[in-house]
């Protein structure tokens, strides 16, 4: 049966995870205390959809291959070259001059134009490969505790209050705080940039005092795990505390989808110096038509 579609994607309150007991951690969640045992009952998983949506990173528009054609030709410089392939071709056709040498600019204009727009199309495609790349990291499927029994789901239906059973090798489905470990560690290089796997542990992570809890690295978050990491070594379970887009994967999902396309400096000055010759184009053209209508 399909999962529930969330009328609106509620945002997950983003408390200090690392600091809280795991007590804390599961009264902010409004779960049962005996959690660790029972799961989430089928009910109480189906409202959560509802309310926080699918395990998933959201995905940008994909633009199709008509308009990123057309972003690349969109521009002065593009347009002069086919006015000029359009004149060649006219008088190509009407056999005024060398025929030949007038098909032969036709096909170095053309040419030009299209290798230009291939180039600019793979040079834009980085983004999107980035955003393909942090989606292969997520993981397919989870064992979770449901109604009191280990159950494996398809990663997209877990949600923030399931218990997760992880095990040597396992990919992480989602953000979680550890409630219980076996010489667990984890292989953060992905997100954190970590090449040692960090050990895990349940306790509350120390803050110093005046120190802002959100300004402690992830690596040093000892008793969390994050999505799209790797279990290296031991055992353990986690609860889940975000899904989705509130993951920190998930966020530098979001900051990939958001990259705006800017011109460099030197496109901008083409573009200028191509109105210019443009605008110049255009008044000799009037002043050799003006000429020869009233001249001859």
Known sequence: MAPPKPEETAAVPVPPWHCMTKEECIKELEV??????????SSQVTSRLEKYGENKLTEKEKETLLQKIWNQVNNVLVGILVFVAIISAASAIAKIGNPLNNWIQVGIIVGVICINTAIGIIQEGSAEQAAEALKAMLSADAVVVRDGTETKVPANLIVP??????????RIPADLRMIEVSNMATAEAALTGESVPIDKVTDPMPVPDGTDPKQVPLGDRKNMAFSATLVAQGSGAGLVIATGDQTEIGTINSLVNKVEKK????????DIVSTYIAMFIGVVALVTFLYAFLVT
């Open 263 to 270: 011109k460099t400096a030197v496109l901008e000055q083409i």
């Open 161 to 170: 209050g399931d218990v997760v059973i992880l095990g040597l090798g396992d």
């Open 32 to 41: 049962p205390e005996d959690i660790r045992k029972k799961g989430l009952s």
